[in-house]
């Protein structure tokens, strides 16, 4: 283990807990970004983290299927639900609200790890090695995904430095190859059991690093490499299945099939935005936070200045990630979605950013090192003097003319921002010309580049308290309880899910990317709410351009109830923010602005029965009432019971177990080969 691993573990540790507290965290508030009404950590992690936990310690088993959304769904096989996420497991031993946050913390420190790691084992010096991990774990995009509760981003992000450290390790030291193809297997697996969406993009990347780092090798003899690569893939490919197998098999029952470019071009990037990477956009959409901190992407700048030719591969990567990300704005990912389908899976491909920005800082710690080992004689040199002048001048040129321009336009922090621009060309001048001493000057321009990344980062998450969007709810959820609620359904999304879940309120409607096709259709014909393409709710929401959030509360006021269809799915409740005439719906009072209903066109005599989450019985048997949305994995035990056995699941168990043994046995053999 190097010798400051454990200084930069401390030092990470340290600085993102400081930061995590000053934007307001405690062991009861989970993240949001600011001004913004919803957070997925809240609506989707924070339930899942929660069931997940109840299942296990109140059931005693291992949740396949959740009755709580939708009229229930697959459970294990949802990705999003990272039940096969080993960290995840933390849930089961700390309350919900701490394990999560606890979880973002570590997440954070094990990405500025991996990427200290990768830094220094490619040949960096500890101070930009430093540059690179601060850079990346304190990244403005990171702190987006955080604030936007995009959890699962955050996880997958965490082991990209960790992987393509192990690929280096892979082709640089043949004498611990079968160490480092497990350690290749096991971060892969990482990446894609906690999010299956990014891994594909981490994946590519790593494998085009791969090939390049081949090419520089000076003998090209990489067969027995290849062999233990193919180990890891194999190995991977099996610690995944349990994932993987399940998800592939019921793929073809889900909406997500309807899915067009206008929904999976969500959120791409648009070229005047690239602006963003010199001016910090404040108030970015958290998919499109591009910054990486100007001194950054200046530093970047001179070390493919300086040199070009090492540093064109990535170039090249940087250009094609940008261009992906500019989605339906661009060429390339509207031609490969046209082409391959099935690509339209994987939403939002401004995400291809995330690698950047790892990539970037990365570029900027060899700038940061090569700027130390320029000789003065270079930097007497009247080409590179009149460089530096003219850069500049135009840096101070496009300050002042942003905030003669841009004055009205920007927020006030970001105004204060701009600053870090002339303040980082002026400071890479001095340090350059070796006004003062390199170390001091590297010290510095870490330091600088730390406020800026927190200065931004700091309007992309904060923490709320419970309060504000748990506690809030209760009054409305001891009413429903208190009336024998079985079923809610609310138009206007007047019973959060994370409230739902909390008081043991199953749901009709819910928010998840994971829906069974037959039953958005049902769904769709019973509320009178036809999504326009594929949603990720039910019902959908489908807002004009110019709506805000709060319009959600009456974008479907005017929809036409079947209530007896409701009666059927055994939802006794309608909650809504507006009045509803319909009959077989009784208002029995209202709590704050909303307005609660009772279907009394529910069968008195049925009685459903959940034996933990997997079992059910319905007495006495109704072939008219649906105790859950069908699939073919739910078979009838008796006359009055019914268990969910997914196939594939049990299937993708045993084959991850026989990778967990491969595993095991590899690194066992290799450790006794290694004392002989």
């Not at 990405?111 to 991990?133: D, S």
């Not at 490499?225 to 193919?230: C, L, T």
């Amino acid at each position: 283990m190097p010798k400051a691993l454990p200084l930069v573990i401390g030092g990470l540790a340290l600085l993102t807990a400081v930061f995590m507290v000053a934007r307001g965290i405690s062991p009861n508030a989970m993240p949001f970004t600011p001004d913004a009404k919803f957070s997925d950590a809240v609506t989707s992690h924070w339930p899942n983290a929660l069931f997940l936990q109840r299942s296990v310690r109140e059931d005693g088993t291992l949740p396949l299927w959740r009755n709580q959304i939708m009229s229930g769904q697959p459970f294990a096989a949802n990705p999003l639900n990272k039940v096969w996420y080993p960290p995840q497991w933390l849930v089961i031993v700390l309350p919900v609200t701490l394990s999560l946050n606890l979880l973002i913390w570590m997440t954070l420190i094990m990405a500025g790890t991996g990427a200290w790691l990768w830094a220094r084992q490619t040949g960096f010096e500890k101070i930009p090695a430093a540059g690179v991990a601060l850079a990346y774990v304190l990244a403005p995009r990171l702190s987006a995904a955080i604030g936007a509760g995009h959890l699962d981003v955050l996880y997958a992000v965490s082991w990209q430095a960790w992987l393509y450290w192990a690929v280096w390790r892979l082709i640089h030291q043949p004498e611990q190859r079968r160490r480092n193809s497990l350690l290749l297997a096991i971060f892969a697996a990482l990446i894609f059991l906690s999010d299956v969406r990014l891994a594909i993009y981490i994946y590519l990347f790593a494998l085009a690093y791969a090939i390049y780092l081949i090419t520089r090798l000076p003998e090209k003899n990489w067969r027995h490499m290849f062999g233990w690569a193919v180990v890891a893939g194999g190995l991977a490919i099996l610690l995944t299945a349990v994932q993987w197998l399940p998800l592939l098999d019921i793929t073809p029952d889900l909406s997500r099939n309807r899915i067009g470019e206008d929904e999976a071009g969500i959120s791409s990037i648009e070229t005047g935005e690239f602006l963003s990477l010199i001016i910090a956009n404040h108030e970015a959409n958290p998919e499109k936070m591009l910054y990486v901190g100007v001194g950054i992407f200046l530093v970047a700048l001179i070390a493919l200045m300086m040199r070009p030719r090492p540093m064109a591969f990535w170039v090249v990567v940087i250009i094609i990630a940008a261009w992906w990300g500019m989605g339906q704005n661009s060429l390339l990912w509207t031609s490969a979605v046209r082409l391959f389908p099935s690509l339209l899976w994987f939403r939002v491909p401004a995400r291809a950013w995330l690698i950047v920005a790892l990539i970037l800082p990365y570029i900027a710690g060899w700038g940061l090192q090569w700027l130390g080992e320029i000789s003065p004689e270079v930097l007497k040199k009247r080409a590179i003097r009149l460089a530096a002048v003219g850069t500049l001048g135009f840096s101070v040129v496009c300050w002042v003319s942003s905030l003669f321009a841009l004055a009205e336009a920007l927020p006030t922090e970001a105004l204060i921002g701009l600053i870090a621009l002339p303040l980082s060309v002026g400071l890479i001048l001095l340090g350059a010309w070796r006004l003062i001493p390199m170390r001091i000057f590297q010290i510095t321009f870490l330091l600088l580049m730390l406020v800026d990344v927190l200065w931004v980062g700091r309007s992309m998450v904060e923490w709320r308290n419970r309060r504000e969007w748990l506690d809030e709810y209760r009054p409305l959820a001891e009413m429903l309880k208190a009336d024998g609620v079985e079923r809610v359904y609310s138009p206007s999304y007047s019973l959060p899910q994370q409230a739902a879940a909390y008081w043991h309120i199953p749901q009709f409607d819910g928010i998840d990317p994971f829906q069974l096709e037959s039953y958005v259709q049902e769904a769709e014909r019973i509320t009178g709410v036809k999504a326009k393409g594929y949603s990720v709710t039910i019902p959908a929401f489908d807002l004009p351009d110019d709506a805000d959030e709060d319009d959600l509360a009456t974008i479907n006021q005017n929809a036409v109830l079947d209530v007896q269809g409701l009666a059927n799915w055994r939802v006794t409740h309608v909650v809504a923010a507006f009045e509803i005439q319909a009959d077989g719906l009784e208002q029995i009072g209202k709590v704050g602005d909303v307005y609660v209903y009772r279907n009394t066109r529910i069968a008195p005599d049925i009685r459903i029965t959940w034996h933990g989450p997997n079992r059910v019985s319905i007495t006495p048997p109704n072939s008219n009432i649906h105790a859950f949305a069908d699939t073919a994995d739910w078979k009838k035990s008796s006359d009055r019971e019914y268990e969910y056995t997914p196939k594939s699941q049990y299937i993708g168990m045993a084959v991850s177990g026989v990778g967990l043994i491969g595993l095991i046995g590899l690194a066992f053999i290799g450790r006794k080969t290694s004392h002989v």
